[in-house]
């Protein structure tokens, strides 16, 4: 299976996952089929970083396509700002481009690592501020976010990045890539669909300052809201079903297929977009 191929099958779960969140009588089993979606795309996102002419103008077209998303997301005012998965794949690309220096012993590396590292303490610092001191909207927030490429508010949270990243280093070696893909579906499930992130709230709720790490945390940098934390692995939160993105990605012959290299870069603000605006008219 070439990595067109792979696009469009990811492409195609999107399409159904959107119409369950837009359209409330959509069936249950549209979101189950989206959760496979997000591991093929940041696994193209992978293949097409390593092969990739030019990593330059690679980056700038998916930094641009990110802003545009979240400036479509404040125009339209969709509900669901989060909706913006290429801020979560242009901080994946930064973070291997990192990694791919230090493997190839650039005296810059360390220089990447380091500016990499400040840039988020100081951007995240600076957001945190705005939020609850400076009376920023949130709406201001995620385009903030995404104009900084900051790690905060994720869609899909900071998991997917390290999803991302480990695709990367294990590319090579299906036995690895299996047993991080299921670790990590496993990580996933207990803080998601078990009673740990509301315990935890519980017991730091009475110390003020371990809450507030807490809620930085956990909300904001991992993506998880107590009040979405859900037993219920089926009708709750199934995105452990990602695991069955992994026959798919397996399936890859290392062909690029027939490219079409901008379908995706058009595609996805484009699909919101006409799916938002059809979900207010038929509402």
């Known amino acids: 299976m070439s990595n067109t191929m792979l696009k469009i099958i990811a492409m195609v779960a999107m399409i159904f996952d959107h119409l ?16 496979i979606s997000a591991p093929i795309f940041l696994f193209c996102c992978v293949l097409g970083y390593v092969h990739t002419s030019n990593k330059k103008r ?20 969709i509900d669901d700002l989060r909706m913006n998965f290429i801020r979560t794949i242009f901080l994946v690309t930064v973070i291997i481009f990192i990694i791919d220096k230090f493997r190839e012993k650039n005296k810059n ?3 990447y690592l380091y500016v ?20 920023v909207t949130d709406e201001a927030i995620f385009l903030i976010t995404s104009l900084t490429a900051n790690i905060m508010f994720l869609d899909g949270g900071i998991l997917f990045v390290l999803m991302g990243v480990l695709m990367f280093i294990f590319k090579d070696n299906k036995l690895k890539f299996s047993i991080y893909f299921i670790i990590l ?9 078990s009673p740990l992130i509301l315990k935890l709230e519980s017991v730091l ?14 909300y904001m940098i991992l993506g998880i809201h107590p009040m979405a934390v859900t037993v219920d692995i089926l009708f709750g939160n199934p995105q452990w079903m990602m695991i069955f993105s992994l026959p798919f990605i397996f399936m ?5 297929g027939r490219g079409l290299k901008y379908l995706f870069y058009i595609f996805y603000p484009l699909h919101i977009a006409i799916l938002y605006i059809c979900s207010m008219i038929f509402r």
């Open 109 to 111: 590396a360390k220089l």
């Open 58 to 77: 690679f980056f700038i077209r998916i930094y641009s396509l990110s802003i545009i998303v979240e400036f479509m997301n404040l125009i339209l005012k």
């Open 185 to 193: 579906t496993g990580i996933y499930v207990i803080l998601f669909n």
């Open 252 to 256: 890859y012959n290392g062909k690029k």
């Open 205 to 218: 709720v009475n110390y003020s300052l371990f809450y507030l790490l807490f809620n930085l945390i956990s």
């Open 116 to 135: 990499f590292i400040g840039w988020q303490i100081i951007t995240t610092v600076g957001i945190y501020y705005l939020l609850y001191m400076g009376g």
């Open 20 to 35: 369950w969140r837009f359209f409330p009588n959509s069936p249950y089993f549209f979101h189950w089929i989206g959760r």
